[in-house]
């Protein structure tokens, strides 16, 4: 069965740092765009940061210089390196691949169970 798990979230004071890891198993032919989208309360998903197979990076523009996303392809997993949080940073973070199962298919969206952010003194 293919799953993404996510582990690293926790409570940080503001100023302070986090590292989100998500790795992807199961039955896995390729993997194309994987990326991080953060969610609170009362409002819509939105995207963080993303990375091509390529190694293509996007940034949401409130992260941009503190927030770095890197791929390991042979492990199938991502890392969101987060620095200097802030207290709006705070947030349930999800892991999101479009995973391809088969050569001959397309890819379908996968997303991980979430890993909640706590930005707080």
């Known amino acids: 069965q293919l799953q993404l798990t996510e582990s690293g979230g926790g409570l940080v004071q503001p100023g302070g740092s986090l590292r989100l890891s998500c790795a992807a198993s199961?039955?896995?032919?390729?993997?194309?765009?994987m990326g991080w989208y953060r969610q609170t309360p009362g409002k819509q998903r939105e995207l963080v940061a993303r990375?091509?197979?390529?190694?293509?990076?996007n940034y949401a523009d409130s992260v941009k210089g503190r927030f770095t996303i890197s791929r390991d392809n042979a492990k199938n997993t991502i890392y969101l390196q987060m620095n200097s949080l802030k207290a709006e940073d705070t947030a349930v973070y999800y892991c999101n691949a479009d995973i391809k199962t088969h050569w001959a298919r397309k890819g379908n969206d996968y997303w991980g169970q979430g890993t909640q952010v706590t930005v707080s003194s």
């Open positions: 990375i091509a197979d390529g190694g293509g990076t």
């Open positions: 199961g039955r896995i032919f390729s993997i194309n765009c």
